[in-house]
């Protein structure tokens, strides 16, 4: 069974703060990562990808990949209360994979 | 470029009715998947399709479902009969290929009583 596990939250952070929000999947033949934001009632909406070790930045996002780890994350810089919502991370080997996804509060 | 369309939006239904859930993809996309979300299981994965042709059902419940993708613009997930643990929201996405970045529709939120 192909997973994917993410802490299930909620993460409380102050607005203007670092949010930091992580992924671990067990399929070792993962090729390429991505995270979803999904506000209440609303559908997945992408936020980033990232095929390769290492950071990949994009505005206030940044995604990290650590393949010998087996491990994603997405730092979410200068945190906006727009920001809150569920953060879903996905990969995908034979097959797309996401995990629980973590939802983040920022707080004015 | 629209993006993936669904209908419809909310539907609710006894049980024991057939229920049947539409998408269109994205214009090019050649590939096709079908979600089920709900708080307890989160997003699953029940079935998708490249180029048509179903690939992978073994996210599909049981036998009352079943989908169908007669040609690259529209798919159908159907359910027969209906039960209450099907109530969900249900997403079709959408990719330019299998690997890829997936598009997802608003969603149909099915409830079944």
């Known amino acids: ?108 | 470029d629209a993006g993936v369309i669904q209908s419809p939006r909310h539907e609710v239904t006894e049980m024991g009715q057939e229920v049947t859930l539409r998408c269109k993809p994205i214009s090019g996309h050649n590939s096709l998947f079908w979600y089920r979300q709900t708080m307890m299981r989160g997003l699953e994965l029940l079935i998708y399709f490249n180029n048509n042709v179903p690939i992978d059902d073994s996210g599909m419940p049981e036998d009352r479902f079943s989908a169908k993708m007669p040609n690259a613009s529209f798919s159908t997930l159907k359910i027969q009969p209906s039960e209450p643990r099907d109530s969900a929201v249900y997403f079709c996405a959408s990719s330019f290929r299998h690997q890829e970045t997936q598009y997802f529709g608003p969603g149909t939120r099915l409830l079944v009583l």
């Open chain 1, 1 to 108: 069974q192909k997973e994917v596990e993410q802490n299930s939250g909620p993460l409380s952070v102050p607005e203007g703060a670092i949010a930091s929000l992580n992924c671990t999947y067990s399929d070792r033949g993962s090729q390429s990562f991505f995270w979803y934001r999904q506000y209440s009632g609303k559908s997945p909406e992408l936020i980033m990808f990232i095929y390769s070790n290492g950071d990949k930045e994009d505005g206030r996002f940044t995604a990290q990949l650590n393949k010998a780890s087996q491990y994603v994350s997405l730092l979410i810089r200068d945190s906006q209360p727009s920001d809150s919502a569920t953060y879903l991370c996905a990969a995908y080997g034979q097959n797309f994979v996401f995990g629980p996804g973590t939802r983040l509060s920022v707080l004015p």
